[in-house]
């Protein structure tokens, strides 16, 4: 063995026997080289990279079992204090007159709806008034539900009263009496005699104001239009009076007197025409004689030929009394 080999022979190869490791400067720095040891390569990231991985709430996979210092949870947040509320300025308290309990005056009650009127209007004095009068009326409760008080129409001198029994529906339109279908019929009747309702004709109801869905009318709602048909005939002094239906010939003959009341509600309309009434209207005796009323030969067409001997009855009547 050489002197070379002998010299070689303790000393470590630096290919195969790599250099011992310098000894830690201390205890720490060796626990954290060992740590170091133990954790697997992370990636190096670009801040453009993790910029992205942000922007799209992605967490890198390391981060998940990284044994990292937990920050401590942030406090709460609370109000923040509210400034010391500042005094308003007391009030300065304004003088009033002081009021007695006694003297205060009460609450006003509510007023009490207006009851039918039952006295009977002042007379008026003339047409014009009348006419007023009847559509200003509000003596029943129809005259808040009208559209239109309808008084009459016609000569002002007639020889023919024709008194039916309400406004229909297209006379409450329109404020004129017969206007409708029975309107036509009427005329057509009125035109048989040589007659029309604006010469020696005038045309009313009983009463002024339409029913509500064109029923009956009803005792009261009569007994407070009574006065106003009452100056009508008084102004109008006809010569004779036509009563077109059942209600308008139980208010004229009972106003005339002309029959007992049990008479006037048992007797059907049949038994109480083909007959002349003398009836007692205000200062006047007047022809009166009843017949159908337009809207029921309408639906009865077999009765017109009744209603026309009636139209003659009473045109003899008038002829009768002119010729005396």
């Known amino acids: 063995m050489s002197a070379h080999y002998e010299a070689s022979a303790g000393a ?30 992370r990636p190096r990231l670009s801040p453009r990279h993790s910029a992205m991985l942000a ?15 937990v920050a401590p949870a942030p406090a709460p ?36 709806a207006a009851a039918p009127a039952t006295t009977p ?11 007023q009068q009847i559509r200003s009326c509000q003596r029943c409760p129809l005259g808040a539900q009208r559209q239109c008080a309808v008084p009459g129409m016609g000569d002002r001198r007639p020889d023919w009263l ?7 529906e297209e006379e409450d339109r329109q404020g004129l009496p017969f206007v409708g279908r029975a309107g036509q019929l009427l005329d057509r009747m009125l035109a048989a005699l040589q007659l029309q309702r604006t010469q020696r004709v005038h045309i009313t109801n009983v009463i002024k104001c339409r029913p509500p869905q064109n029923r009956n009318p009803a005792a009261d709602e009569i007994a407070h ?20 239906g059942r209600f308008a010939a139980q208010t004229l003959l009972a106003e005339g007197g002309c029959l007992s009341p049990d008479e006037l509600h048992t007797l059907p309309l049949g038994k109480l025409r083909g007959r002349i009434y003398q009836a007692r209207i205000g ?13 029921y030969l309408l639906r009865s067409p077999a009765d017109k ?17 002119a010729s005396t």
């Open 55 to 69: 922007e799209m709430g992605v967490r890198p996979w390391w981060l998940f079992g990284a044994q990292t210092e």
């Open 12 to 41: 470590p190869d630096p290919v195969t026997d790599p250099a011992p490791a310098a000894a830690p400067a201390s205890a720490e720095a060796a626990a954290a080289l060992a740590a170091a040891a133990r954790e697997p390569a």
């Open 225 to 244: 239009c009574a006065p106003y048909l009452r100056r009508q005939i008084e102004l109008l002094q006809p010569k004779i009076v036509l009563a077109l």
């Open 305 to 321: 030929a009744r209603a026309w001997a009636d139209l003659c009855l009473a045109a003899d009547a008038l002829e009768a009394a």
């Open 162 to 168: 024709l008194v039916g029994e309400a406004p229909g």
């Open 77 to 112: 947040q609370t109000a923040p204090a509210r400034p010391a509320h500042r005094a308003e300025p007391a009030a300065v308290p304004v003088a009033h007159p002081a009021v007695a309990p006694s003297a205060r005056a009460p609450a006003p009650a509510p007023a009490p």
């Open 121 to 131: 209007p002042a007379p008026a004095p003339d047409w014009d008034a009348l006419e």
């Open 283 to 295: 200062a006047q005796t007047l022809p009166l004689v009843v017949t159908y009323h337009p809207a």
